[in-house]
């Protein structure tokens, strides 16, 4: 498969209680044009509505509106390659898959999935991660442990649900906090994750656009997840940057949730584009500079107990010999 007819594959998480089940029973039943298989971990434990049913056996339910709900009972590999089997094979029609992942899991492990195996790389690929939030016992969440920050600093679309338990102000607030979580996801408000569900099937999270958007510049001093953006005029050496990214990735690639840039290197005409999750990433030539356009490296680096000074300092290292 090439680049442009892999299966695009969401991957949707969410604290407990923060209404990804609600999601997940509206994806399965709501007429949103796009024949999906669902991967969950349980289908008992996301109460299917028995009417959305239209047949099913030990492993596979068919939904009333083309969907396919599938049980995540062995090494989540398998059931993709089995899906692809089923596909090849014409027993399936799907044209994209969504994967939901536990109350409190980690989304990076999930993700690492489609860069690990040749097959499962060759016919995936990773459209985006969804995260849904409890707007209003977000701030409680943070402050139990780590889990609700790594959903959060995985997501490329946050769901701030329940908002209608919110003022105008506290509403705000949680934006502003959430964007010095994550400053590159993009934030959609919701009531009972009533929102497009088509908008969430084209994400496209490993393709950077003509800038990052980077909605704050922010460090929060408080949690263990930060969040902060390197820019740098001068252009860099392509050498050194490439031997710096490797060697952070391999020290500190666990702590490294999500980074994206986009460089300025000295001699070539086109912008280098990268992307990463913990101690995978990947680089490709992206389109020229226009003429008019500011010429500027900017990289974001989203991780736990990152020291942003320490990533300052080493990055002004790569800066290119005057």
Same mark, same amino acid.
């Given at each position: 498969?090439?680049?442009?007819?892999?299966?695009?594959?969401?991957?949707?998480?969410?604290?407990?209680?923060?209404?990804?089940?609600?999601?997940?029973?509206?994806?399965?039943?709501?007429?949103?044009?796009?024949?999906?298989?669902?991967?969950?971990?349980?289908?008992?434990?996301?109460?299917?509505?028995?009417?959305?049913?239209?047949?099913?056996?030990?492993?596979?339910?068919?939904?009333?509106?083309?969907?396919?709900?599938?049980?995540?009972?062995?090494?989540?590999?398998?059931?993709?390659?089995?899906?692809?089997?089923?596909?090849?094979?014409?027993?399936?029609?799907?044209?994209?898959?969504?994967?939901?992942?536990?109350?409190?899991?980690?989304?990076?492990?999930?993700?690492?999935?489609?860069? +690990? @195996?040749?097959? /499962? !790389? %060759?016919?995936? $690929?990773?459209?985006?991660?969804? &995260?849904?939030?409890?707007?209003?016992?977000?701030?409680?969440? +943070? @402050?139990?442990? /780590? !889990? %609700?920050?790594? $959903?959060?600093?995985?997501?490329? &679309?946050?769901?701030?649900?329940?908002?209608?338990?919110?003022?105008?102000?506290?509403?705000?607030?949680?934006?502003?906090?959430?964007?010095?979580?994550?400053?590159?996801?993009?934030?959609?408000?919701?009531?009972?994750?009533?929102?497009?569900?088509?908008?969430?099937?084209?994400?496209?999270?490993?393709?950077?656009?003509?800038?990052?958007?980077?909605?704050?510049?922010?460090?929060?001093?408080?949690?263990?997840?930060?969040?902060?953006?390197?820019?740098?005029?001068?252009?860099?050496?392509?050498?050194?940057?490439?031997?710096?990214?490797?060697?952070?990735?391999?020290?500190?690639?666990?702590?490294?949730?999500?980074?994206?840039?986009?460089?300025?290197?000295?001699?070539?005409?086109?912008?280098?584009?990268?992307?990463?999750?913990?101690?995978?990433?990947?680089?490709?030539?992206?389109?020229?500079?226009?003429?008019?356009?500011?010429?500027?490296?900017?990289?974001?680096?989203?991780?736990?107990?990152?020291?942003?000074?320490?990533?300052?300092?080493?990055?002004?290292?790569?800066?290119?010999?005057?």
């Amino acid at each position: 498969m090439t680049q442009t007819n892999k299966i695009p594959v969401t991957i949707l998480t969410g604290f407990l209680g923060s209404g990804k089940t609600t999601l997940l029973n509206r994806i399965l039943s709501e007429e949103h044009g796009r024949k999906l298989a669902v991967i969950v971990n349980e289908i008992g434990q996301i109460g299917i509505d028995n009417r959305l049913v239209v047949n099913t056996n030990e492993e596979i339910v068919e939904m009333t509106n083309g969907c396919l709900c599938c049980s995540i009972r062995e090494d989540l590999l398998v059931a993709l390659k089995k899906l692809l089997q089923a596909k090849k094979e014409q027993k399936s029609e799907f044209e994209a898959i969504v994967i939901e992942t536990t109350g409190l899991a980690n989304p990076g492990p999930v993700i690492q999935t489609f860069f +690990l @195996d040749p097959v /499962i !790389e %060759a016919a995936y $690929q990773v459209n985006g991660v969804v &995260t849904v939030v409890d707007g209003y016992h977000i701030e409680k969440h +943070l @402050d139990k442990g /780590i !889990e %609700a920050q790594e $959903q959060i600093a995985f997501a490329d &679309t946050i769901i701030l649900n329940k908002t209608d338990l919110l003022s105008s102000e506290e509403s705000k607030h949680i934006e502003r906090l959430l964007q010095e979580l994550n400053p590159t996801a993009s934030i959609v408000s919701a009531v009972n994750c009533e929102v497009e569900i088509s908008e969430l099937l084209h994400i496209n999270t490993f393709k950077v656009k003509e800038k990052l958007d980077i909605r704050t510049d922010s460090t929060n001093h408080i949690r263990s997840v930060k969040a902060f953006v390197l820019r740098e005029e001068r252009p860099l050496d392509f050498a050194k940057i490439n031997e710096w990214m490797t060697a952070v990735v391999e020290v500190l690639g666990e702590n490294l949730y999500r980074y994206k840039g986009i460089l300025h290197v000295e001699g070539l005409e086109k912008r280098v584009v990268f992307q990463g999750v913990h101690t995978l990433f990947a680089a490709t030539y992206d389109r020229e500079w226009k003429a008019e356009e500011p010429r500027m490296s900017e990289v974001v680096f989203i991780g736990k107990d990152l020291n942003k000074e320490w990533f300052e300092e080493h990055f002004r290292m790569c800066i290119a010999q005057e």
